[in-house]
């Protein structure tokens, strides 16, 4: 079986996260990924630990650059230049994060790319567009807290979430546009260019939150593990250990209440709707809870789960990777590699397919490690 991108040729000139998430992606199925970075240091991530594994290498950046083959280039340099444009100029797909206009004076900026490879999908991923935010340094704690994700996560104060997540949903929302792009040029031949931002990612990925500001003028505040709009549906007490309940409708609660040995609970008028629950949330928490704590989390969840109330402990990382392992999920993968004495273990793709599946095909590679193999696809010598 082949790659559902096989024959895909893309000029990765990204760093640190969501460019490279974007890129892994695609090279995952089936593209040629061609990763240019810095002479000597590499990308940005490459020094970003601990931790770092066995051979000495970030694992930050091993998570989101397999599949690609690493070629150094200094932009500045004519030689380097000239293999940077003549990539530039065979790519299908280029994806680049640089400050907006940075790349026009070494000629990879849109304009004069497209103008000798009027096919190109041009992916240029930037903090705050190529706009009057330009200026804007695009770091995902930055867009957390800019855009407003901060200020409904936390109990008591403003928290980041625990993972890059802006980043990583820009890469997410770039991979799509350049896929639907690639499927235009598919029918009319017709490159174009597709801008994804860290600010407008975030807040289409805001969703609910965000709708009830555009829809309703309301601003949405702290709430901890709570949900603005569903209740029970946050973290609770049980004997030995937190819990969460995420009780979606009115059947479920039903359920719940009588698994709780109190059925009364789903007919008070205080909780037998939704939007009553939501009113009255503080008194229904103290309900459960007084139920909750008489017995340890693992009971709970045999009986609810049984009961088709969804509910569940609070995994740490590792508990949850075991988790998808019992289901049969194969959340890791082993990537055998021939310039590597031993395979390198990495975090699955998460999309199965049928007939194109994702393939591992190479571990991430050193800076440079690929040059030869880089230019002979380019026809040009070693000099």
């Known amino acids: 079986m082949t790659g559902?991108?096989?024959?895909?040729?893309?000029?990765?000139?990204?760093?640190?996260?969501?460019?490279?998430?974007?890129?892994?992606?695609?090279?995952?199925?089936?593209?040629?990924?061609?990763?240019?970075?810095?002479?000597?240091?590499?990308?940005?991530?490459?020094?970003w630990g601990p931790p770092f594994t066995a051979d000495g290498q970030s694992t930050y950046f091993q998570s989101v650059n397999r599949n690609k083959a690493s070629i150094a280039l200094?932009?500045?340099?004519?030689?380097?230049?000239?293999?940077?444009?003549?990539?530039?100029?065979?790519?299908?797909?280029?994806?680049?994060?640089h400050k907006p206009g940075a790349l026009t004076r070494f000629g990879l900026d849109y304009e004069q790319v497209s103008a000798v490879n009027p096919a190109v999908v041009y992916c240029s991923i930037s903090g705050f567009g190529s706009g009057l935010g330009s200026d804007l340094p695009g770091y995902d704690l930055l867009v957390q807290a800019m855009g407003g994700l901060m200020s409904i996560t936390g109990s008591t104060e403003p928290t980041k979430a625990g993972v890059?997540?802006?980043?990583?949903?820009?890469?997410?929302?770039?991979?799509?546009?350049?896929?639907?792009?690639?499927?235009?040029?598919?029918?009319?031949?017709?490159g174009q260019r597709v801008e994804a931002t860290l600010l407008t990612s975030l807040q289409s990925s805001l969703v609910n939150q965000a709708s009830a500001f555009v829809g309703a003028g309301v601003v949405p505040r702290l709430m901890g593990n709570a949900h603005p709009s569903i209740s029970p549906y946050e973290v609770y007490s049980a004997a030995d250990r937190p819990m969460i309940l995420a009780v979606g409708n009115d059947g479920q609660f039903v359920r719940l209440a009588n698994v709780l040995g109190d059925p009364s609970l789903s007919t008070d008028p205080r909780f037998v709707t939704n939007a009553?629950?939501?009113?009255?949330?503080?008194?229904?928490?103290?309900?459960?809870?007084?139920?909750?704590?008489?017995?340890p989390a693992d009971d709970w969840q045999e009986e609810l789960t049984a009961a088709g109330?969804?509910?569940?402990?609070?995994?740490?990382?590792?508990?949850g990777f075991a988790l998808a392992e019992r289901l049969g999920l194969e959340p890791v993968v082993d990537v055998a590699d021939p310039r590597r004495s031993a395979p390198q273990r990495q975090v699955a793709n998460p999309v199965a397919y049928s007939r194109t599946p994702a393939s591992y095909r190479s571990a991430p590679s050193h800076v440079d490690e690929d040059r030869a193999a880089v230019l002979a696809l380019l026809g040009l010598g070693p000099a």
Request: charged share 25%; hydrophobic share 45%; with cysteine.
């Open 164 to 190: 890059a997540v802006v980043d990583v949903l820009t890469g997410l929302h770039a991979a799509v546009g350049i896929l639907a792009a690639l499927h235009h040029r598919d029918r009319t031949g017709e």
């Open 309 to 319: 109330v969804p509910c569940g402990p609070i995994n740490d990382i590792a508990q």
């Open 74 to 97: 200094d932009l500045s340099d004519e030689a380097d230049r000239e293999i940077a444009v003549a990539l530039a100029t065979r790519a299908d797909v280029l994806v680049e994060n």
């Open 276 to 295: 009553a629950r939501v009113e009255n949330r503080e008194a229904l928490t103290s309900a459960i809870e007084h139920r909750l704590t008489q017995r």
């Open 4 to 47: 559902a991108l096989d024959g895909i040729l893309v000029a990765d000139f990204s760093r640190v996260l969501a460019g490279p998430y974007a890129t892994m992606l695609l090279a995952d199925l089936g593209a040629t990924v061609v990763k240019v970075e810095r002479p000597g240091a590499g990308d940005d991530t490459r020094s």
